[in-house]
């Protein structure tokens, strides 16, 4: 089983639609959440961390339920160009910063 | 402020020979890592410097990856001998290493490998 795990898409939706990403997460022990933006033959860059309350960053929310070890990302209004690749990322260890990297969710907003 | 840099942004080498990339952190960050990425994945962890020492290299194929940073800043990621399945995007990404679990990671933007 991998370490997280996310619905590869593509997610093909209309302008102005609202879209959810959802991943889930193997080691209860995790400490941090985030998830990350790829565009297309780019470097990951950081959308947004993920609290346990719950955090929302304009037209992005992000959630997470440490106890079904869930994450989910909510577009509202998605734009043109909001398509690329979402990427669940979990920090496993205290001592180590390294980023578990989920495979990603391929977004395609469409005209 | 200037992002981290990476050099070369593309090789294509055949298999069995070597090759090495060079990454540059943000300056002051004292954490640097290695990221390999494969098409249609996202990036997996070789290795994570905090300064000159190595943090965690437990998924650094030890037989062919070789990694350092002498000084405490800029980088190289080694691989020798190559093969098919080390074609891939080396992703560098640096931090403050000081704030915690929390705290951002920035990644250069990439080395493009292809073994033939």
């Known amino acids: 089983r991998k370490e997280v795990e996310q619905d590869p898409g593509p997610f093909n939706v209309p302008e102005g639609a609202t879209v959810a990403f959802n991943c889930t997460y193997s080691?209860?022990?995790?400490?941090?959440f985030f998830w990350y933006r790829q565009d297309c033959r780019k470097e990951p860059k950081l959308l947004m961390s993920?609290?346990?309350s719950g955090n929302e960053d304009g037209r992005f929310t992000a959630q997470l339920n440490r106890a079904s070890q869930y994450i989910s990302l909510l577009i509202r209004d998605s734009k043109l160009s909001d398509s690329a690749t979402y990427l669940c990322?979990?920090?496993?260890?205290?001592?180590?910063?390294?980023?578990?990297f989920g495979s990603g969710t391929r977004l395609q907003v469409q005209p | 402020e200037a992002g981290v840099a990476q050099s070369p942004r593309y090789k294509i080498i055949e298999k069995r020979q070597s090759v090495a990339f060079w990454c540059n952190p943000i300056?002051?960050?004292?954490?640097l890592y290695w990221y390999q990425q494969i098409l249609g994945q996202g990036p997996k962890l070789l290795i994570q410097?905090?300064?000159?020492?190595?943090?965690?290299d437990s998924q650094l194929p030890k037989d062919r990856f070789s990694a350092e940073r002498l000084k405490g800043v800029d980088s190289t990621l080694k691989i020798q001998p190559a093969k098919l399945e080390d074609s891939a995007v080396y992703l560098c990404?640096?931090?403050?290493?000081?704030?915690?679990?929390?705290?951002?990671?920035?990644f250069g933007p990439g080395t493009r490998l292809l073994v033939l």
């Open positions: 990404a640096s931090s403050l290493g000081t704030s915690g679990a929390q705290e951002t990671q920035y």
């Open positions: 080691n209860s022990a995790s400490q941090s």
């Open positions: 993920v609290y346990s």
């Open positions: 990322v979990v920090n496993r260890d205290t001592g180590r910063r390294a980023l578990t």
């Open positions: 300056s002051g960050h004292a954490t």
């Open positions: 410097f905090q300064n000159n020492g190595v943090v965690d």
